[in-house]
């Protein structure tokens, strides 16, 4: 379970909340998902890269509550960037060897670590 639950906002076209999401556990399928994901990242790799897999990750993540194109238009930059790190957190204190095999394939700059962000 996270030490505090990751919220996601779906904005409508005034900027106004339409509907608010929390995640309060990893689930399984999620860390595996994300595990392969990090398996299929080559050498070197560009944050944007890692971004893009995040997409489907987070959406499974929320069971679908949204999907792919609704998190692109939808969901302010700041809060999914604030997620894919509190999640990035969360796998990695759950399963250190993922990170540690992500950190190993990324340029120093690309890993985000904490900081507000996080859990």
């Known amino acids: 379970m996270l030490k505090k639950p ?3 906002n779906k904005y ?13 556990i990893i689930p399984w399928n999620m ?6 994901a ?18 489907g990750i987070i959406c499974d993540a929320f069971h679908r509550q949204f999907d792919e194109n609704d998190l692109g ?8 960037v604030a997620a894919v790190n509190s999640i990035m957190d ?18 120093a700059s690309t890993i985000p670590t904490g900081g507000a962000a996080s859990n």
């Open 73 to 80: 238009e939808h969901f302010d930059a700041g809060e999914v």
């Open 6 to 8: 990751i919220v996601l």
């Open 31 to 36: 860390m595996k998902k994300f595990s392969a």
């Open 38 to 55: 990090m398996d299929e990242l080559g050498e070197n790799f560009k944050y944007t890269e890692l971004l893009d897999r995040m997409d």
């Open 90 to 107: 969360a796998i990695g204190n759950t399963n250190p060897n993922v990170m540690r095999a992500l950190t190993k394939k990324a340029p």
């Open 12 to 24: 409508d076209d005034k900027g106004k909340v339409e509907k608010s999401f929390k995640l309060c």
